[in-house]
């Protein structure tokens, strides 16, 4: 599984870093980007909390 931010939808709260740093950080434009590693185990659940809680559901989660 990878996560991917919509850069045209990600207001740039920052919430899915405060959730997920290891996979989500803000870029030099406030967006939010996601690593390109595959996700596995708690960080799979760690990354899924954090796109549950993004406010615009910028975030998905998949293969």
């Not at 709260?13 to 596995?40: H, K, P, Q, T, Y």
């Not at 899924?48 to 998905?60: K, L, M, S, T, Y």
């Amino acid at each position: 599984m990878k996560a991917y931010v919509d850069p045209d939808i990600c207001t740039g709260c920052g919430l899915c870093e405060d959730a997920c740093a290891s996979v989500f950080s803000l870029n030099d434009d406030g967006i939010a980007v996601a690593i390109e590693d595959e996700l596995e185990g708690d960080v799979l659940k760690e990354a899924e909390d954090a796109r549950d809680q993004c406010p615009v559901e910028a975030i998905e989660i998949k293969d």
